[in-house]
Structures are given as C-alpha cells and as structure tokens.
C-alpha cells in the first residue's frame, strides 16, 4: 500500500527522496556508437536483426512515401476515429506552437551602430520515437510539430520496428499529420531504427540517415544513455527520467478521481513517481485506500504496483500554502492542483514541468491533446529547465555593424579593457585602423 507521511513528523529525506534507476550500460552504449560511427548502415540493421527480429535481408530501413500513404489509408479503414482525433490534436499543438514562434531584432544605437540578433531554425532535427509492441503517435505530434513550426526543413525520426519490419500505423499517420497540419512545413522522413543505434546514427549519420542538428524524445535507459555520450556532437532536448505526476488537493476532491491520476503515470514504469500533497488527511486515507483499489484493475497492474510501491507516496501538510512550497522543492514533471481556486495557487508555483488547473484537468488532457507538450523536464530539473517547444529547435545569430568613425570613438576604451586583461593583440587590432586611416 502507498505510503502516507506526515510533513510535520518525517524527515526532509524521507518527503523527498526517491529511488532512481542504477544500471550502467555506459560501456554496451559507447561499443554500439562506436560500430555505428565504423560501419554505418550494416550495423544499424545488424542491430535492427539483433535487437527487433527481423529479417536483415532486403531490410530497408527508410518508409517510402507509398508505405507512408498505404498506413494512413489503413488507418482510416481500421480506425477512423483515431485519424480524426489525431488531427484535433495536432491543431491544438500547432496552435500552442504558432504563438511560441518570436524573431530577430535590430538596434540602432545612432551614429554608425547597429547591433542586432537574427533567430534561425535548426536545418535538420532528429526524433526519437518509443515503439516495438507500443505505439506513440502522441510522442510523434509533440516532438515534430515545434520543429516543423520552427521552420526545420528536415525531421529525420527513428522508431524500432516490429519484426516482420512494419511500425504500427498510427505512428507513421501521426508523423503524415504533423507534416500536414504545419503550413509550409519541411518533410518528415520515418527510419527503421530504435535503440541507441539510432541515436548514434541521427548524431554521426551513415549511408542512410542524414545526420541531425539536435535529438529529441523519449527512450529507455540505452536511449538516454546515448544521447549523454552524443552530446557536444549534437544537441539533445533532455536526459529524461522516470515520469512523475504530483497531485496538490485539498479535502473537497474526489479521492477515486485523484488516485486515478496518479495510476495514471504509476502505470508508465516502476521507477515513476505518484505523489499526493494535501491537507486533509481523510483524503490521504481514502485515496490511499481507492490507489489499491483501483490497482487491481490495471492491464499494468504489476508495473503500476511497483511504482506504487517504490515511489508512491501522500504527503499530509498542515495547509496548502506548504503543500505548494513541497511541490516547488519537488519540482514534478507534471503538477495537478486539484483545490477550489487552482489559479490563486497556481501564482505560488515555481518549480513544475507542466500545471493542471482544477478538478476537470487530468495530466492526460495534456499527454495527449490539448496543445502544450507533453516532453518535460524530470528528476527535478524543472528548477532549471523547460518543456519541449520551439524554442528547442531554432539558434540566435548577433550581428554587429561600426563604421569607421563609430569605431574610432570607442577604440582607446576598447583597448584599455583588453591590456587590463593582458591581450594587446585585441588592442592592436582595433587601433590599427585609426592609425592607418
């Protein structure tokens, strides 16, 4: 059963603390970087053989744009609801991103200066996206469509196939929708490829797969781990850790709606983390007592448990004021503030990935559809960092332009400061243009 503390009578270590994931597959990951860097596209099948099953002969790893289209016709036949809510989502997550967009500047500071910043989209992204037996279509809208807004000309995702080589249908429709739904977008090209294999093609590039600017998305421990040793070769967005969802309520919610928020992220893995942070400690017991209800009806009862059981917790504060100050040391991945006036609260908040405002806000509106993303920071790093956006995938560029007598003006303060730092080939080299005029 989750475990219930009380703020007042526990240690901080206890509150906050949590048990993190510790294999080390440092030294499997740098020997499949390693290959792939060597042998390119042999070694990235040789993997897709070893790792997925399939049949390395005739194996491509690249979707062609028929594959693309017969997926999203079979999709429509098989399931045409999910189309059409994939294209609601997208529309809500493209619109969410339009208003993230923001350009360069100019100044004119008058008499020969001008100083400036030019904002410009990343050439080529690289997404990774989860799959084998799951589908992500969600991952798929969240991690391209704030690149294709940027103005990307390129997506070059990767997802690990299933056996026979095919990817689930809604993934590679998801990727179509995206491209569709972003006006003027740059193409999205779907590769046969998962695991740290793909990681270490999308940063190095092989016959096959263009190499990337930046690498985006969800993965396992061999994921993350390789995008830590391609970083500095490329950008990445995160190191993401186990997902996370604190719910702050008060007395008056419904305790089987809260605990079914928690099981909501307890059911991704066992190293999630639910957490309850109330005032009222009839509500701690209650949702307590719904959590091991509820449990037994999960399809991912045994993963939900475990989570449950090594991360899960409720916390009883002495009013909501400390609940928040809690969720802000925390620092959730996702924050629910299940209480009368989530927007009074919501001003005390500093520290979260993404909020849920109200009773009628459940963090799955936000995984899969009301428009702001769902790649956000974990393991507390929203103390320090942001969720996935636009902003990932564009890089400023200052320009600066003197003219002679602009620079003249301000060359012997130019020069002073650089023999203070003992560099007097900085001074000469703005000297020597008066000297020379």
């Known amino acids: 059963m989750i475990r219930i503390l009380d703020f007042a009578e526990v240690t901080a270590e206890e509150v906050f603390s949590r048990n993190e994931p510790t294999a080390d597959v440092s030294d499997i990951v740098a020997a499949i970087i390693k290959d792939v860097r060597e042998n390119g596209d042999e070694a990235v099948i040789r ?62 500071g008058g008499a020969g200066k001008v100083t400036g910043q030019k904002v410009l989209p990343l050439e080529r992204a690289g997404i990774y996206v989860p799959g084998g037996t799951a ?65 270490a093609a999308l940063a190095y590039g092989t016959e096959s797969i263009p190499a990337v600017d930046k690498i985006v998305g969800p993965g396992n421990a061999f994921v993350a781990e390789a995008k830590r040793q391609v970083f500095g070769k490329v950008a990445i967005d995160m190191i993401a850790g186990p997902s ?4 702050v309520s008060d007395g008056r919610s419904d305790p089987d709606v809260v605990a079914a928020d928690m099981l909501s992220q307890a059911e991704h893995d066992k190293n999630a983390s639910a957490v309850l942070v109330t005032d009222s400690a009839e509500l701690a017991q209650a949702v307590a007592e719904s959590i091991e209800t509820q449990l037994c009806s999960l399809e991912r009862e045994e993963i939900a448990r475990a989570s449950i059981e090594n991360n899960g917790k409720i916390i009883i504060a002495a009013d909501l004021g400390q609940a928040v100050d809690i969720a802000n040391e ?26 849920f405002l109200g009773r009628s806000c459940p963090e799955a509106l936000g995984d899969y559809f009301a428009g702001p993303n769902h790649t956000l920071p974990t393991s507390g790093t929203a103390r320090f960092s942001s969720p996935l956006s636009v902003e990932d995938f564009v890089k400023t560029m200052q320009f600066i332009h003197y003219t002679d007598s602009a620079l003249a003006e301000v060359a012997e303060d130019i020069a002073a400061l650089a023999r203070k730092e003992g560099l007097t080939g900085h001074a000469r080299s703005v000297l020597i243009r008066s000297e020379k005029g």
């Open 47 to 108: 993997y897709a053989a070893k790792f997925d099953g399939v049949d390395p002969e005739g194996f491509a790893l690249e979707l062609s744009d028929a594959e693309k289209s017969e997926a999203v016709s079979s999709l429509d036949e098989t399931d045409p609801g999910l189309t059409d809510i994939l294209r609601k989502a997208a529309s809500n997550i493209a619109g969410f991103c339009s208003r993230q967009l923001r350009e360069g500047f100019t100044m004119d």
């Open 135 to 199: 589908a992500y279509p969600s991952t798929v809208l969240m991690d391209s469509i704030p690149a294709l807004t940027a103005g990307c000309k390129e997506i070059i995702m990767t997802t690990p196939p299933n056996a026979d080589g095919s990817i689930e249908p809604a993934v590679i429709a998801a990727a179509v929708i995206a491209q569709e739904t972003v006006p003027g977008a740059g193409s999205v090209r779907i590769f046969r490829t998962g695991g740290a294999q793909a990681v």
């Open 244 to 247: 996370e969802i604190l719910v």
């Open 330 to 355: 925390i620092a959730p991945e996702h924050l629910e503030l299940c209480v009368d006036d989530p927007f009074e609260l919501f001003g005390k908040v500093k520290n979260a990935g993404s909020v």
